[in-house]
């Protein structure tokens, strides 16, 4: 489309997202970065008909279509924004559990990788990716993530959930792994 359609397109506004005092939001075509005091995230936010403008402390959302596709992805929007302002705050901590009945599983980590060794009394070492800037620890029984961006802390523990899969068992019997017990 040519600027002179763009600028005739009429957007209405459908929600407001307020920044918390300490934060910054800067927008250059399209990717939005979040700054506060733990530190910076950065995400894409690009639609036909949905606009982000940021104001003082107000991000406006507006949109050109009103249907129901349009308005959820408005939201979710809306929701990536809030979720971003409290992890550059206050941050996000996810706490996993080892699990294992007979065979005591080692979980360590190595560079940018969790390591399982001994699982289900194997030879070889399960491998986990850790995805951007989670800080993994291991205390016990216990695998403690801890970040600023919420979907990478998520896909670290999917990863590392993913690594302890039970194939070829029954799973009412073999229950060893690494599950997620607790996240905010």
């Known amino acids: 489309m040519s600027i002179e359609v763009l ?13 918390p005092p300490g934060v910054t939001v800067t927008e250059d075509n399209g990717i939005f970065e979040v700054s506060g005091k733990l530190g ?12 982000l403008e940021t104001s003082n402390d107000v991000v406006n959302v507006l949109v050109s279509k009103h ?6 992805v408005a ?13 550059v705050t206050e941050g996000f901590k996810y706490e996993l559990k080892i ?10 980590v ?4 969790v390591m399982i ?4 009394g194997g030879r070889s070492a399960r491998s986990a990716k850790i995805v951007g800037d989670t800080k993994v620890t291991v205390k016990g029984d216990r695998v403690h993530l801890e970040g600023i961006d919420r979907k990478d802390l998520g896909e670290t523990a999917a990863n590392i959930e993913r690594a302890t899969k039970i194939r070829h068992f029954d799973l009412r019997i073999f229950q060893d792994g690494v599950y997620l017990v607790d996240g905010n």
């Open 7 to 19: 600028k005739m397109i009429k957007y209405e506004e459908i929600g407001k997202v307020a920044i």
């Open 40 to 51: 910076k995230v950065s995400r894409t936010f690009r639609n036909n008909y949905i606009k």
């Open 67 to 72: 249907n129901k596709k349009v308005l959820a």
């Open 75 to 87: 939201e979710t929007w809306s929701s990536t924004l809030r979720t971003l302002c409290k992890g």
């Open 99 to 108: 699990d294992y009945t007979h065979f005591p599983m080692r979980v360590s």
């Open 110 to 113: 190595k560079g940018t990788y």
């Open 117 to 120: 060794e001994n699982f289900l």
